[in-house]
């Protein structure tokens, strides 16, 4: 009994230390401060009042006014070509061919064709002869054959000068057709030499224009082939053109001359409409605008924002980098006592910088974020705000 009582003991003194430390724990955790929640920090603005012009975001692809893909129009083996990034000025060279075959086809036409003009020459000095010959066996035929015809002469004399006649007429004749051929072969040679001439000439490619290597498809010993590409070519000129889609109900915004703004990375810069392209399907049109700079080093066929004027806005203007734009509408970030709200409004025009709308009023302080920190701002949240 006595062992008993004391097994009893030590289970009520562990209980009750048990219940002294989680009461003990309780008290620490509550007397414990809680961890302290710092606001987020923004940079804030102020709405204004002001007017600007309604603009539509597109993609547009940016081009070189210049550009060239570089081919050549000769079977050869390449002996060099450009690299890329290689700057270039109009009349530098871009490639070489190896033009030892052609060089040794044209020695071996002009060898083909020299040598004719020794037998048309051969020939020619024949011809003076054969012609003499031929006049006078003529002559004595025509005789002949009046003295045949008065009986003077036997049949057979006058059959022997016949045959005399024809076989220098023959002669002359043929001499004459040989001569005529040996000319248009020694045409059909100078022209082989003529047109590998001009393939010489295609051997050397130079720039057509100033530009900078883009892409290189062949390098040094491929063979290169009519019409295959060998590298691409981007002017460097300063002058660029983008290309722009839109929906056809849209060009009754737009027209030649329309001054428009391209932005890329932070940076903006002008373009003036060229011409408007119909498209054959889709209700769309092409959109074609140039400038001479390149301030937003853009890269060649890069898609680049284009904003393009639709109307104008008067009223209140909110920075863009103080609205959030979701699935259910524009929200303002909105500052009051440091604190920010979300406020609803329909923007009537935009730009590159700004909204404009008639919801809310000007002088009111908001935010700026990005837009992974615009979502990550609740509703009623505090924030420190500087300039």
């Known amino acids: 009994m006595k062992g008993k009582a004391i097994g009893i003991l030590i289970g009520l003194i562990i209980i009750v230390l048990a219940i002294y430390a989680f009461i003990r724990r309780k008290e620490y955790i509550e007397a414990e401060k809680a961890a302290k929640a710092y606001p987020i920090v923004l940079r804030k603005a102020t709405t204004k009042e002001g007017t600007i012009s309604d603009k539509e975001i597109f993609l547009g692809k940016f081009e070189p006014k210049n ?80 003295l045949y015809e008065n009986k003077a002469i036997s049949e057979e004399a006058f059959e022997k000068s016949q045959d005399l006649y024809q076989e220098a007429k023959a002669q002359y004749e043929s001499t004459i057709k040989q001569i005529q051929g040996i000319s248009s072969s020694i045409s059909a040679v100078g022209d082989q030499v003529k047109s590998l001439e001009d393939d010489l000439k295609y051997t050397t490619i130079v720039a057509p224009f100033d530009g900078v290597v883009s892409k290189r498809y062949l390098k040094v010993g491929n063979l290169a082939l009519p019409g295959k590409p060998i590298l691409d070519l981007e002017g460097t000129n300063g002058k660029y053109e983008v290309y722009v889609d839109v929906p056809e109900s849209f060009i009754k915004y737009i027209k030649v001359g329309d001054e428009e703004t391209l932005a890329l990375n932070g940076k903006t810069q002008k373009a003036t409409v060229e011409t ?20 937003i080093n853009a890269i060649p066929d890069m898609y680049i924002k284009t904003y393009l004027t639709k109307g104008s806005c008067s009223g209140t203007l909110i920075p863009e980098d103080a609205v959030n734009h979701t699935s259910k509408g524009y929200f303002a970030l909105e500052i009051v006592n440091n604190r920010v709200h979300w406020v609803k409004f329909t923007p009537e025009a935009r730009n590159d910088k700004y909204f404009c709308t008639k919801d809310i009023p000007s002088n009111v302080e908001v935010g700026l974020a990005n837009r992974s920190e615009m979502l990550s701002i609740q509703e009623g949240e505090s924030v420190e705000v500087y300039k």
């Open 67 to 146: 550009e060239a893909t570089i081919s050549s129009r000769v079977s050869a083996y390449i002996l060099y070509v450009a690299k890329e990034g290689t700057k270039v000025k109009k009349g530098d060279l871009l490639v070489k061919l190896d033009d030892s075959n052609i060089l040794a086809n044209i020695n071996s036409l002009r060898n083909n064709q020299q040598a004719l003009s020794f037998q048309q020459q051969s020939l020619g000095k024949n011809l003076e002869a054969l012609r003499v010959k031929y006049q006078n066996q003529r002559k004595i035929f025509e005789r002949d054959k009046i």
């Open 276 to 295: 408007i392209i119909p498209k054959a399907q889709n209700n769309m049109v092409t959109i074609k605008l140039y400038t001479n700079s390149n301030n």
